[in-house]
C-alpha cells in the first residue's frame, strides 16, 4: 500500500499534489534571492539557481507525500481517536502528521552537514571552474545550501498542510 501515489483523479487535485507544494517551496526562495541582488537578473544565474531549488522542492514534497501517507495508514487510529474526543479533521490529522513531516527533511538536512566534508558543493565547483574566487565560490555554496533547506522546508510545509485540509490523500479519516 505504501506504493500508491498521492491522490490526483483529476486536474485540480494532480495542480495541488505536483505543482504547489513545488512552487510554494520554490519560488519564494527564488523571488529572495533575485530582491536581494545575490543573482544577478540573468538566465545563466537565474537558471541553474532557480533548478536546483525546484529539484530540491520536489524531492521534499515525494518524500513527506509518502511519509504523511505511510504514518496516516499506520495511526489512523489515533485520528479517528482524535476526531471521536472532538478534534476537528484538519487538527486530528496534523496532530498525527507533523512530527513525521519533520522526518522528511532529515535528508537535506544531513546533505548539507556533509558538503565539504564527504562530497565536492557543485556550486562551490562551478563558481571556481567559472573563473571566481574562492571567497565568492564559498558564497555561491552557502546560498544554495541555505536556499535549499528553505525551499524544501517550505514545501513540506505546504505538503502537511495540504493532506490536513484533506487536499490530497483520499483515504484520510474525516
Known sequence: MTGRPLRSPGARERLLSTVLPI???????VLLVLASGTVPFRGESVIPIAGILIGGAMTATSLAGRRLR???EQRRGEV???LALGFLPREAV????RPAAASALVPPLDQTRTVGLVTLPGAFVGVLLGGGTPLEAGAAQLLVLVGLLAAETLAVWAVTELVGHGALLDDVPR
Do not use: Q
Request: charged share 20%; no cysteine; proline share 6%.
Open 80 to 82: 479517528e481517536a482524535a
Open 94 to 97: 496534523l496532530f498525527v502528521i
Open 23 to 29: 512552487a510554494g517551496g520554490a519560488a519564494p526562495v
Open 70 to 72: 505511510e504514518e496516516l
